[in-house]
């Protein structure tokens, strides 16, 4: 072989290393607009039914009228990520946040490739027209609030997000926390929905998306404690990333689940640095206590 085959040869592996090693934000962010919160809520409801996203819920994170969630999904995704036994029903809600910072509002959204490689793991491709088609749609919908697109919030490498986790010895998507378990999944049901309604533990019940058939339901749930919930941990490690709320039960036949704050939280911040990581470090503990109750 000479040299310029040699060259070129390096230049294909090169460029080919790049390809693979490519880089995913958990949020993107769709734009800025001098409407306040209120208005921007109502444009973006508008936008995602009129192209046919369904609406979960909505809150606002740590009480702030400064900022809002909503909770959607579709039909294709809902249908599609639930064939994922292992917790894939996760995945089918995604969030859209909006956040009043000075004299603008701020728009972003959960970035669905992020998310789907990270909870599907090896599943992501064999579904992955599926994505690539509602990732597609979103943007589109949503095109009508904001033209940025621009990723944020830390990057992860693609192949790498489904065996993500932080730092060694932390745990992965398959270390989930057992919440509860029951004689029936309609008694684990009745149970969540009922301590959610009476608001145990300080929490409020965000959305809630249930396959019958299949004995599966989510459950998003907001947590209002100010000294334990969002109030605490979400001035501290980024508010930016509101779009990561609310957080999780998983409730699969008869067993509750959610997964470790650890791995939650790092991989929807996960350019978090082990000493901002440190000022919360009870924080994983606190969550685990709050939705444990919702499962007694």
């Known amino acids: 072989m000479n040299k310029n085959n040699i060259i070129w040869l390096i230049a294909i592996l090169l460029v080919s ?7 995913l934000s958990p949020y993107i962010k769709i734009g800025e607009t001098q409407e306040n919160v209120q208005q921007s809520y109502e444009k973006a409801i508008a936008a995602l039914k009129e192209n046919s996203f369904s609406i979960l819920g909505a809150y606002n994170p740590e009480g702030k009228n400064s900022m809002k969630v909503i909770v959607f999904t579709r039909p294709d995704i809902k249908n599609t990520v639930v064939k994922v036994k292992d917790r894939g029903a996760l995945a089918a809600a995604f969030k859209l946040g909006i956040q009043k910072k000075g004299n603008t509002v701020v728009l972003s959204y959960t970035n669905p490739e992020y998310l789907l ?17 509602f990732d597609k749609d ?14 944020f919030g830390g990057t992860v490498a693609a192949n790498k997000l489904k065996k993500y986790h932080y730092k060694v010895m932390m745990p992965y998507f398959t270390d989930p926390i057992t919440l509860g378990e029951f004689a029936s999944f309609e008694e684990g049901l009745k149970t969540i929905k009922n301590n959610l309604k009476a608001g145990k533990g300080n929490t409020v ?10 004995k599966v339901a989510v459950f998003g749930v907001g947590l209002k404690d100010k ?11 980024g508010e930016n990333h ?9 409730l699969q036949d008869n067993k509750a689940t959610m997964l470790h704050g650890r791995y939650r939280i790092a991989l929807h911040w996960p350019a978090l ?16 206590k709050a939705l444990k109750g919702l499962c007694e």
């Not at 979103?138 to 990723?151: C, H, V």
């Not at 019940?205 to 299949?214: D, E, I």
């Not at 000294?227 to 490690?237: D, K, V, Y």
């Open 17 to 23: 290393t790049k390809i693979g090693a490519q880089n």
């Open 117 to 133: 490689r990270a909870y599907l793991m090896d599943n992501y491709n064999t579904y992955r027209s599926v994505f690539e088609k």
């Open 138 to 151: 979103l943007k589109t919908a949503l095109s009508i609030l904001g033209n940025d697109f621009t990723p």
């Open 205 to 214: 019940k965000v959305y809630q998306l249930t396959y019958t058939s299949k």
């Open 227 to 237: 000294t334990a919930g969002e109030a605490h941990f979400m001035p501290i490690i």
């Open 242 to 250: 509101l779009a990561a709320l609310p957080y999780e039960i998983i």
């Open 273 to 288: 640095t082990m000493g901002t990581f440190m000022k919360i470090m009870n924080t994983p503990g606190d969550i685990e």
